[in-house]
Nanobody
């Protein structure tokens, strides 16, 4: 079955860095667009970063220049490098795999940024 397993979350001070990883299995990874989303308490889930099968990336203005998404098709892995983190980056971060009508989610990893 399809599994997306996130890791790397935790507590970090404002201005610091954190790297999230997502290990995918059960899918032909190289065909999928991969994304990182986040959801803070009381807020809707929002896109943080996306990378398509060709390697093109997309970021919202809130994280542009601070976060970097990358993928390793040989290892079925996607990463999110988070730099210069802010308290407002605190949320549960989810890995997503998307292809046409197929949409898969990981269980999420908590990121907490202290001020």
């Amino acid at each position: 079955q399809v599994q997306l397993v996130e890791s790397g979350g935790g507590l970090v001070q404002a201005g610091g860095s954190l790297r999230l990883s997502c290990a995918a299995s059960g899918i032909i990874f190289r065909f999928y667009a991969m994304g990182w989303y986040r959801q803070a308490p009381g807020k809707q889930r929002e896109l943080v970063a996306a990378i398509n099968s060709g390697g093109s990336t997309n970021y919202p203005d809130s994280v542009k220049g601070r976060f970097t998404i990358s993928r390793d098709n040989a290892k079925n892995m996607v990463y999110l490098q988070m730099n210069s983190v802010k308290p407002e980056d605190t949320a549960v971060y989810y890995c997503n795999a998307h292809l046409s009508a197929l949409d898969y989610w990981g269980q999420g990893t908590q990121v907490t940024v202290s001020s």
